[in-house]
């Protein structure tokens, strides 16, 4: 199994910020797309963001303009900058890593967006 290590998360007042990290040590890293996805309870893992192997980003419709997503292939992480956050923000937050059938995912970090 493939092992990939958040880190990062916490609990934040509505409008904060909070930095998610997450290292890829056992991957080639620049043949993989790496990204986020987070879920509340009750609900399905929903997609956040993503960095492309060619640098491309995208982002759900929800975070746009509020995170950013950045990788470091030196250090083999992605950062997942997050500001102006907001209640419904709130769940665990998931990285993946994939490459053409391989998905690897990571333990998850809790994200807590409340006054």
């Known amino acids: 199994q493939v092992r990939l290590v958040e880190s990062g998360g916490g609990v934040v007042r509505p409008g904060g910020s909070l930095r998610l990290s997450c290292a890829f040590p056992?991957?080639?890293?620049?043949?993989?797309?790496v990204g986020w996805y987070r879920q509340v309870p009750g609900e399905q893992r929903e997609f956040v963001a993503v960095?492309?192997?060619?640098?491309?980003?995208n982002y759900a419709e929800s975070v746009k303009g509020r995170f950013t997503i950045s990788r470091d292939s030196a250090k083999k992480t992605v950062d997942l900058q997050m500001a102006s956050l907001k209640p419904e923000d709130t769940g665990v937050y998931y990285c993946k890593a994939s490459w053409g059938p391989d998905n690897y995912w990571g333990q998850g970090t809790q994200v807590t967006v409340s006054s």
């Open positions: 960095s492309m192997n060619n640098a491309d980003t």
């Open positions: 056992e991957i080639v890293f620049r043949f993989y797309d």
